[in-house]
């Protein structure tokens, strides 16, 4: 066994015969910040899903901290409790306030009482800077105050990593550095990190890695500095002159 | 009109009243336990077991392709009577009551699933994340937004059971319609019980129609 904190060991996923993910391997250590980037349609959406079992891959295994993911095991649930997973499109759950959205599965998962899981619910709120939202429906936030709610949602179950799937391209400009700050402070407490994401600019400076997929293939996967001075493949090369001004 | 006026007298009227409250407390307990078989057939049919979606293709089969005056013909006429060599009584109004139960849960089941079916996928996965179970996000995320969506039909589906309530008229159960009948058939015409019957109902749909609007119209605004 390995201690990585996730260990993707050659996995494939095809939905009706087309590959999204194509024999993807990658290890990620504990405190690493890895971004993921890619064209659209490479495959990154896939490859963190299969990650966060939101998927299932055909072949090939995942392991979260040392244990294999499988659907199919008893222990699929309490694996997954490790990860907390942030959406495009937040996913919050409009007929709840801020608060309750932020209760919920600490009480009905942890069995935390109301109480408890309501303090740490205002401690996270006071992390994304969102305390005095606390009674609100999502419905009255704006994009970025919702992915910091759906951060702070997922923060209540103090998961040992944190995945996005690019929290930020729903955004109005304004609104993505609030979230990218909070997601910086997290890279700063030591927080494990996926980030699949388009914002060059975060990539650069906070990730430790980065894995550049095309056609569900990983194509290379290197220290940050590395992939945006002296990228060593072409279609890397090409994928950032297209990005970059 | 003076026949009208003549018919109204505080004993026809609280004989009239008495039946439509009994018409509206067949809608209710119709309406809620539809409900709740509604709230079981479509989690049948939505799940992924196809023994269980047989189950529920079968029920809303079987119940949204025969009338509903054949139901209750046959769970308050048929079924005693086959059943008569066991010596147990039934009242017939309890059976044509389950019979119209059974037959809005399979109308609600179909109205529940399409609600379900509805609640944006990400929902479901947000639940997955946070190690919610199926039926904790059943319960505390979708069921909530499904109901939110299908608040007007089911008052539409309240307002129809109110009026088909009076389908146990025929094995004679006490509503609206069979007040009606009983003071036509005491007085000199039939005419007037009836379009007071026919009033009541009218009223009792411009209210809930007005319901209907307002909670269309507080759901459009929370959206
Ligand atoms: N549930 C699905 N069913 C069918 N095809 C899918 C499904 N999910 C993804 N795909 C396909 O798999 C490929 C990879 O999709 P994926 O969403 O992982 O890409 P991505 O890199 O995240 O793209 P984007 O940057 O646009 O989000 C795409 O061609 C997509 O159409
Ligand atoms: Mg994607």
Same mark, same amino acid.
């Given at each position: 066994?390995?201690n990585?904190m996730?260990?993707?060991?050659?996995?494939?996923?095809?939905?009706?015969g087309?590959?999204?993910?194509?024999?993807?391997?990658? $290890?990620?250590?504990?405190?690493?910040? *890895?971004?993921?980037?890619?064209?659209?349609?490479?495959?990154?959406?896939?490859?963190?899903?299969?990650?966060?079992?939101? $998927?299932?891959?055909?072949?090939?295994?995942?392991?979260?901290?040392?244990? $294999?993911?499988?659907?199919?095991?008893?222990?699929?649930?309490?694996?997954?409790?490790?990860m907390?997973?942030?959406?495009?499109?937040?996913?919050?759950?409009?007929?709840?306030?801020?608060?309750?959205?932020?209760?919920?599965?600490?009480?009905?998962?942890?069995?935390?009482s109301?109480?408890?899981?309501?303090?740490?619910?205002?401690?996270?709120?006071?992390?994304?800077?969102?305390?005095?939202?606390?009674d609100?429906?999502?419905?009255?936030?704006?994009?970025?105050?919702?992915?910091?709610?759906?951060?702070?949602?997922?923060?209540?179950?103090?998961?040992?990593?944190?995945?996005?799937?690019?929290?930020?391209?729903?955004?109005?400009?304004?609104?993505?550095?609030?979230?990218?700050?909070?997601?910086?402070?997290?890279?700063?407490?030591?927080?494990?990190?996926?980030?699949?994401?388009? $914002?060059?600019?975060?990539?650069?400076?906070?990730?430790?890695?980065?894995?550049?997929?095309?056609?569900?293939?990983? *194509?290379?996967?290197?220290?940050?500095?590395?992939?945006?001075?002296?990228?060593?493949?072409?279609?890397?090369?090409?994928?950032?002159s297209?990005?970059?001004? | 009109?003076?026949?009208?006026?003549?018919?109204?007298?505080?004993?026809?009227?609280?004989?009239?009243?008495?039946?439509?409250?009994?018409?509206?407390?067949?809608?209710?307990?119709?309406?809620?336990?539809?409900t709740?078989?509604?709230?079981?057939?479509?989690?049948?049919?939505?799940?992924?077991?196809?023994?269980?979606?047989?189950i529920?293709?079968?029920?809303?089969?079987?119940?949204?392709?025969?009338?509903?005056?054949?139901?209750?013909?046959?769970?308050?006429?048929?079924?005693?009577?086959?059943?008569?060599?066991?010596?147990?009584?039934f009242?017939?109004?309890?059976?044509?009551?389950?019979?119209?139960?059974?037959?809005?849960?399979?109308?609600q089941?179909?109205?529940?699933?399409?609600?379900?079916?509805g609640?944006?996928?990400?929902?479901?996965?947000?639940?997955?994340?946070?190690?919610?179970?199926?039926?904790?996000?059943?319960?505390?995320?979708?069921?909530?937004?499904?109901?939110?969506?299908?608040?007007?039909?089911?008052?539409?589906?309240?307002?129809?059971?109110?009026?088909?309530?009076?389908?146990?008229?025929?094995?004679?159960?006490?509503?609206?319609?069979?007040?009606?009948?009983?003071?036509?058939?005491?007085?000199?015409?039939?005419?007037?019980?009836?379009?007071?019957?026919?009033?009541?109902?009218?009223?009792?749909?411009?209210?809930?129609?007005?319901?209907?609007?307002?909670?269309?119209?507080?759901?459009?605004?929370?959206?």
């Amino acid at each position: 066994m390995t201690n990585s904190m996730i260990k993707v060991d050659h996995i494939t996923k095809t939905f009706n015969g087309f590959t999204a993910v194509n024999d993807a391997s990658l $290890e990620i250590e504990k405190g690493e910040i *890895v971004c993921l980037i890619g064209p659209s349609g490479s495959g990154k959406s896939t490859l963190i899903r299969c990650i966060n079992g939101l $998927e299932h891959p055909e072949t090939g295994k995942v392991y979260i901290d040392g244990e $294999e993911l499988d659907p199919k095991s008893g222990n699929f649930a309490q694996i997954r409790r490790k990860m907390g997973f942030v959406f495009q499109h937040f996913n919050l759950f409009p007929n709840m306030t801020v608060l309750e959205n932020l209760t919920l599965a600490p009480v009905k998962v942890l069995g935390k009482s109301q109480q408890e899981a309501e303090d740490v619910a205002m401690k996270y709120l006071q992390v994304v800077g969102l305390v005095e939202k606390k009674d609100e429906y999502p419905n009255k936030l704006s994009g970025g105050q919702k992915q910091r709610v759906a951060i702070a949602r997922a923060l209540c179950l103090e998961p040992e990593m944190m995945l996005f799937d690019e929290p930020t391209s729903a955004l109005d400009p304004e609104m993505v550095l609030d979230v990218l700050n909070v997601m910086k402070e997290l890279a700063n407490e030591g927080m494990t990190m996926i980030v699949v994401t388009h $914002e060059m600019g975060f990539a650069k400076t906070v990730a430790n890695r980065v894995v550049f997929l095309e056609d569900g293939k990983i *194509v290379e996967d290197t220290d940050a500095k590395t992939f945006y001075e002296n990228p060593e493949s072409d279609r890397a090369k090409d994928f950032l002159s297209k990005v970059m001004y | 009109m003076n026949a009208f006026i003549e018919f109204l007298t505080l004993d026809n009227l609280t004989y009239m009243l008495f039946g439509l409250v009994w018409s509206v407390i067949y809608g209710v307990i119709v309406v809620l336990v539809g409900t709740i078989l509604g709230i079981i057939g479509a989690a049948l049919k939505i799940s992924k077991h196809k023994v269980l979606q047989s189950i529920g293709g079968l029920y809303t089969t079987v119940f949204i392709g025969t009338p509903m005056m054949l139901q209750i013909l046959f769970f308050a006429v048929a079924l005693p009577q086959a059943l008569s060599f066991t010596g147990m009584r039934f009242e017939p109004t309890t059976l044509g009551v389950v019979a119209m139960c059974l037959n809005a849960g399979a109308y609600q089941t179909e109205l529940i699933r399409s609600g379900i079916l509805g609640v944006d996928k990400g929902q479901w996965e947000a639940t997955e994340t946070l190690g919610l179970s199926y039926f904790q996000a059943m319960r505390y995320v979708i069921l909530p937004q499904a109901f939110k969506r299908i608040i007007p039909p089911l008052i539409s589906e309240f307002m129809t059971l109110i009026k088909d309530s009076s389908l146990l008229y025929n094995i004679g159960a006490i509503e609206l319609t069979a007040s009606a009948s009983v003071l036509g058939s005491r007085s000199a015409g039939i005419m007037i019980p009836y379009l007071d019957a026919g009033i009541m109902y009218i009223v009792i749909y411009l209210i809930l129609s007005r319901v209907e609007k307002m909670a269309e119209r507080r759901l459009a605004v929370s959206d």
